[in-house]
């Protein structure tokens, strides 16, 4: 068969315009490519709903790679055995209770699920700004603002483009980056004690794995909280190489944004 450069970038650059263009008016815009925007990607996308997930560097997984310190391994607990069990993934239990699982087939897997659910992966993809729009005094989160990765990381002064989407889950981490600029953009307050970013605490494992998954909830019309951007903004604790939390929560805001899209 002889090969055609033409048709080469004519395939790729058709297919990804179609995968662009059926995103425009999304179910559901995920920020982050972590442990727990790839666990709802996945969830969502398996029930048939239209989601994609921003990640602004070119790989997946977030701080999961690395484990604890590059020692390649990550402790999940037996309650969220399930999500790395449905995914593939071979783990060992250590002391009761304490599974672990290798860092970097974790989250390959992860990813592999989430993009074969139907999930669409846009990476090298930043979102720098939301949609906001106001009815009856009530204002709601109804869309991303995103620019390719490389022109934010080298300056250039080039416009963004949008997105619209019923939810956004901000699974950005420990930065919580796309709701601070929501929160410094906008005169809003947030579903918190103090209606602001309350801020991450220092380590304390126990506590911040079960309030994870507890403060996942929407924090603004049209926002969920996420992962370690959850604890960041009800001002919990860090955790550490311990991943439960996050399978958890990515597993408990898919529900919930299922819930409210009808299903
Ligand atoms: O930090 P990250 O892995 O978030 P997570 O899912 O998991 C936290 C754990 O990895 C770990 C921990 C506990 O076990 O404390 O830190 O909560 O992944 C966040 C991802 O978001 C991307 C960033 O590159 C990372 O891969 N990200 C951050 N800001 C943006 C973004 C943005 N504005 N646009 C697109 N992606």
């Known amino acids: 068969m002889s090969l055609d450069e033409r048709v080469i970038t004519e ?26 925007g790839l666990t709802a990607a996945w969830k969502l996308a398996e029930q048939g709903f239209n989601v994609a997930l921003f990640e602004r560097k070119l790989s997946m997984g977030g701080g999961m790679w690395g484990g604890g310190m590059t020692w390649n391994f990550v402790v999940v607990q037996e309650e969220s055995r399930h999500i790395l069990d449905a995914a593939g993934v071979p783990m060992k239990e250590f002391k009761p209770g304490y599974l672990t699982a290798d860092a970097v087939c974790a989250t ?7 993009a074969v659910a139907g999930a669409k992966i846009f990476n090298c993809m930043s979102v720098e700004d939301v949609v906001i729009r106001e009815e009856d005094g009530v204002k709601r989160v109804t869309g991303i603002v995103i620019n390719s990765s490389p022109v934010l990381m080298a300056g250039l002064h080039v416009d963004p483009v949008v997105l619209y989407s019923k939810f956004l889950i901000e699974c950005t981490g420990h930065d919580v980056e796309v709701l601070k600029t929501l929160v410094r953009k906008n005169d809003v307050r947030l579903n918190t004690p103090s209606g602001q ?67």
């Open 11 to 36: 395939a790729i650059a058709s297919t990804y315009f179609e995968k662009f263009t059926s995103s425009l008016d999304l179910d559901v815009a995920i920020v982050g490519g972590g442990p727990s």
């Open 197 to 263: 970013i309350e801020g991450e605490q220092s380590m304390w494992a126990e506590v911040a794995e079960a309030n994870t998954v507890r403060h996942t909830r929407e924090v603004f019309p049209g926002v969920y909280v996420a992962g370690m951007a959850a604890n960041a903004t009800f001002g919990s604790y860090r955790m550490g190489p311990i991943f439960g939390g996050m399978l958890l929560s990515g597993e408990k805001v898919a529900a919930e944004i299922a819930l409210r899209l009808g299903r």
């Open 108 to 114: 390959a897997a992860l990813t592999f699920k989430a």
